[in-house]
Nanobody, 118 residues
Framework: QVQLVETGGGLVQAGGSHRLSCAASGRTLSTSVMGWFRQAPGKEREFVARISWSVSSEFYADSVKGRFTISRDNAKNTVYLQMNSLKPEDTAVYYC???????????WGKGTLVTVSS
């Protein structure tokens, strides 16, 4: 079992920056990829970014390329999502996930709400 806890949600002004954190615990060796997803009101959940736990390999959705950065701290078993140049359309519940690949994300956090005001 793997437990994921997201922190850092809140209200942010458009054009500003914010950072989300995801702390992993439990059988973390069973996962090799961690990522961020989001779900806006009335929309389907969408992929945002992913990173390999032991190998530096990042991938981003087109909608956030150049604005968001995913990073990791192996010593803390924590993954971050740095969000810059935020837009109102970035408003969503952000979820941390982990698994063997982006197509097999078996563990999910409860989500944290990020609201971007105009």
């Amino acid at each position: 079992q793997v437990q994921l806890v997201e922190t850092g949600g809140g209200l942010v002004q458009a054009g500003g920056s914010h950072r989300l954190s995801c702390a992993a615990s439990g059988r973390t060796l069973s996962t090799s990829v961690m990522g961020w997803f989001r779900q806006a009101p009335g929309k389907e959940r969408e992929f945002v970014a992913r990173i390999s736990w032991s190998v530096s390999s990042e991938f981003y959705a087109d909608s956030v390329k150049g604005r968001f950065t995913i990073s990791r701290d192996n010593a803390k078993n924590t993954v971050y999502l740095q969000m810059n140049s935020l837009k109102p359309e970035d408003t969503a519940v952000y979820y941390c996930a982990a698994g063997s690949s982006i197509y097999n994300m078996n563990y999910w956090g409860k989500g944290t709400l990020v609201t971007v005001s105009s």
